[in-house]
């Protein structure tokens, strides 16, 4: 009995044996041959994502730990500074430390020195070939009528009358005297005011159009500017008339008094008059720079904006300078201001004083 129990023990032994045996040689002959697509591809799969896996988790691990590396560098950098200059008052930049930074100090020199060399320039006389008459003596008088987008009934009034119109108007060039209206461009470029202006311009052929001027009640004393600027390098002529667009003008005797003045220099003529400064805002005539004009508030001596006239090297004199002239509320105190620093000769002369009462006037109100 012991003996066949010993017996029955080894039996499984010896098939546990066996089977295991078999088992590794099917498993051996297995490995040399094509393996199964099913089992075979998603354990090779499997391990190509864990590689990858692994791979990027590195990469990611590096990253973080080279920025987690920086910031910290900056820190000790920053934390370095704000010690270094805890002590030190704030540095206040300049304007010239500000330009130096932006590169713009050099470009702001030679703009200047350019400026500079165009006055200089202008101021001996190298301005553009001027228009004279076809004798090729100097123009008596321009004779620029101050006028506006809404004026077209006035100027339709003038022509004709004491104002010449086509082939009048240039015969009268040819004697000496040259007469435009003068106008500046809509706020809005090119609109519908403009190409009116354009097209009337084109008919007629007697406008002065200031294409640096913008035409509104604000800009008005700024007109001036633009006027005699454009007169002078335009036409060569011996004066340079302002005349607003709602006064009629006896020609010929604004003539007359300009030839009795002819060749004169430093001329400044009008209808001379002074008045008080308006410093409360809302009021007509208010002056936002009253306060310039002393505590008499009082303006200085200056022709009426009616009607003044200039001689042509105190109109020069505007042309090179009118970048930085000064303007006022009003047009005939802003030239007069302008003649207050000149060695101008005041021509008072009281038939420019336009009036109803047209005895001894050679201009009157519409």
């Known amino acids: 009995m ?4 010993q017996q029955n023990r080894k039996q499984p032994i010896r098939d546990t ?32 994502t864990s590689l990858i896996m692994g791979f990027l988790s590195c990469i990611a691990w590096l990253y973080i730990a080279g920025r987690l590396w920086q910031d910290t560098e900056n820190r000790i950098l920053l934390s370095s500074l704000l010690h270094k200059n805890a002590n030190q008052k704030p540095k206040i ?22 400026e500079m060399d165009l006055t200089l320039a202008k101021s001996r006389g190298y301005l553009r070939q001027n228009n004279s008459t076809a ?28 104002m010449p ?23 809005n470029r090119g609109d519908s005011l403009d190409r009116i202006i354009d097209e009337e311009s084109r008919q007629t052929n007697d406008f002065l ?53 002819r060749g004169q220099l430093g001329i400044y003529m009008g209808c001379m008059k002074s008045g008080s400064v308006i410093n409360e805002e809302g009021k007509q005539w208010y002056e936002p720079d009253w306060w310039k004009f002393g505590d008499g508030k009082s303006y200085f001596r200056h022709a009426s904006g009616s009607l003044f006239i200039l001689s042509k090297n105190i109109a020069r004199y505007i042309n090179i300078n009118r970048a930085s002239l000064k303007t006022y509320a009003f047009d005939d105190t802003t030239v007069g201001s302008w003649m207050m620093g000149l060695q101008a000769t005041y021509v008072d002369d009281n038939r420019l004083c336009c009036s109803y009462t047209k005895q001894d006037k050679v201009c009157f109100p519409v």
């Not at 012991?2 to 129990?5: A, G, I, N």
């Not at 001036?224 to 709602?246: L, Q, R, T």
């Open 135 to 162: 004798s090729g003596k100097r123009l008596l008088a321009v004779i620029g009528v101050y006028t506006g987008f809404g004026s077209h009934l006035n100027r339709k009034a003038f022509r004709g009358s004491w």
């Open 209 to 261: 159009i200031l294409d640096g001027h913008e035409e509104a009640s604000e800009e008005l004393p700024k007109k001036a500017k633009y006027f005699f600027s454009e007169a002078v390098e335009k036409w060569d002529a011996e004066f340079y008339v302002k005349v607003d667009d709602n006064i009629n003008l006896d020609l010929s005797g604004l003539i007359d008094i300009l030839e009795s003045h």
């Open 2 to 5: 012991d003996h066949s129990l």
């Open 93 to 114: 930049l300049t304007l010239e430390d500000k330009l130096t930074n932006l590169k713009c100090k050099d470009v702001s020199k030679r703009i200047v020195d350019a």
């Open 17 to 48: 044996l066996a089977m295991a045996m078999m088992n590794d040689r099917r498993w051996k002959s297995g490995s040399n041959s094509k393996p199964s697509s099913l089992h075979g591809g998603s354990g090779g799969s499997a391990r190509v």
């Open 165 to 187: 119109k086509d082939d009048d108007l240039r015969k009268l060039e040819e004697k000496g005297v040259v007469i435009r209206f003068i106008i500046g461009r809509s706020p």
